[in-house]
């Protein structure tokens, strides 16, 4: 295990001093991390000073890089590319990326993790159920730690952010140990238990903001939104604490609906900035304007792919380049967008047209939970099993986990012990379903309404 996986997995530390000192040393200097977070984001600079050839020259050649790693140390790919007639050979101009055969998550789960996946050691397992629901797991390289830091970084500056910056979290952990509030050192940074009373939350935050300077939000849209309604409607004084020093909030995982983001930012008079990105790590793209984002072509190549079933949108396709443990290469995020803009063929901005929108469950308190991290928060064993996962509610307090088996497994004993329900306050029930259920429009929606499943 390298030091990033070990210390990303096992440092969190209930200590700010320590925290603070960790985050005054630069990125650059941190071992396991400094080099590559260096090299990433001279790539950033140099890219952005490029012309539209210079641009694409760089996503040619790295392009070519991840995609003949990939032939050769990943056996679903020189299998895939067999069957389908293609070699990497036949790339030697950018417009000739558009030969290689795209791939999405029903050609990769007919094939074992392992298939998919180079023989490196630093390496570790992720899963991914997107806005669809249906799960795919594979393996992320540890020096993608440092890629992420590097543009993360690079879209929170727009805020005035810097590492040494202390930030209060909304996601979706559930490794809390028993405060509703805990500080996180690696990252310099309160996270808020969103599965808690927030009453009990406003009170510690209190005591925090008392002698410390956050100046930051950062989390689910849903879960900001319901911070914010609880502050505007039972606690002015805990907004008063937080405006001293709070400069802006950035919104991660869900779609930053403007009901969301408008009470956000009006209760707390700050600006808020988003950004689209997906554990799969092929496309990480910012805003430049609400609602308009830009993709950094330096941390994988974007598309913008003609979705055939849908006139009028376009699906994302990305291209990882430094996930060398299982690279994914033209893979389709089935995310819609419009308004795509390209110069010369490569995307510049688009506007998401559906999916990652906020979706809640209530507890048996009456209190929100945001699926994001209800469901893709955490890592579920169940998602190793099963071909879907949808949840509908019928009433607080309880839930009904939905899931399709995969075609590899004929049977499932006890489900609940595979799914991670700690420091919820719901019942959950668990039931096998043929098929997942869809829209009139044919989406499998991550939520699901209750009276759907009354006959499944």
């Not at 159920?129 to 992320?140: A, D, Q, R, T």
């Not at 994914?328 to 967008?337: A, H, K, N, V």
């Not at 489900?415 to 420091?423: A, G």
Request: proline share 4%; with cysteine.
């Amino acid at each position: 295990m390298s030091l990033i996986v070990f210390v990303k997995k096992n440092l969190n530390i209930n200590s700010p001093l320590i925290g603070k000192a960790l985050s005054l040393i630069p990125f650059e200097s941190r071992p396991g991390v400094g080099n590559v977070y260096q090299r990433r984001r001279s790539d950033i600079a140099s890219y952005e000073a490029l012309d539209i050839e210079g641009q694409r020259a760089f996503i040619l050649q790295r392009f070519r890089h991840i995609l003949n790693y990939a032939y050769e140390q990943v056996p679903f790919y020189k299998s895939y590319y067999g069957e389908k007639g293609f070699s990497p050979k036949e790339v030697q101009s950018f417009d000739d990326i558009q030969r290689v055969p795209v791939i999405n998550k029903e050609i990769l789960k007919r094939y074992a993790v392992e298939e998919r996946t180079a023989d490196i050691k630093d390496k570790y397992i992720a899963n991914t159920g997107g806005s669809s629901g249906n799960p795919l797991s594979f393996y992320v390289s540890s020096k993608m730690i440092a890629n992420e830091w590097a543009h993360m970084h690079r879209i929170w500056e727009r805020l005035g952010y810097k590492p040494s910056s202390l930030k209060l979290t909304f996601a979706g952990r559930s490794e809390f140990k028993k405060n509703c509030v805990e500080y996180d050192a690696l990252r310099h940074s309160y996270g808020v238990n969103i599965y808690e009373d927030l009453k009990l939350c406003a009170a510690e935050l209190k005591k925090i903001l008392k002698r410390q300077r956050i100046e930051y939000l950062h989390g689910y849209p849903s879960a900001l939104y319901e911070f914010s309604l609880y502050c505007r409607d039972h606690d002015h004084e805990l907004i008063g604490l937080l405006k001293k020093n709070l400069k802006g909030a950035f919104l991660s995982s869900e779609y930053p609906m403007p009901l969301f983001r408008d009470t956000l930012e009006k209760v707390f008079g700050i600006s808020t900035i988003s950004w689209y990105g997906h554990t799969e790590r092929c496309v990480l793209a910012y805003e430049t304007e609400k609602f308009v984002y830009t993709p950094f072509q330096t941390y994988g190549y974007t598309e913008a792919l003609d979705n055939k079933a849908n006139n009028g949108t376009q699906n994302l396709v990305g291209t990882g380049f430094y996930n060398m443990a299982s690279p994914l290469i033209r893979y389709d995020t089935y995310d819609e967008i419009n308004d795509a803009k390209l110069h010369h063929g490569v995307l510049q901005s688009f506007s998401i047209a559906g999916g990652r929108a906020g979706e809640f469950v209530l507890d048996a308190k009456n209190k929100r939970i945001p699926l994001t991290g209800l469901i893709f928060g955490r890592h579920h064993r169940l998602f190793d099993m099963c071909s879907h996962l949808q949840i509908a509610q019928r009433q607080p307090g309880e839930a009904t986990i939905l899931y399709v088996l995969s075609d590899s497994i004929s049977e499932l004993q006890h489900p609940e012990k595979l799914f991670d329900s700690s420091n919820v306050d719901i019942r959950f029930e668990f039931k096998l379903i043929d098929r997942p259920i869809k829209t009139v429009s044919g989406k499998v929606n991550l939520l699901v309404n209750h009276a759907e499943i009354t006959n499944k």
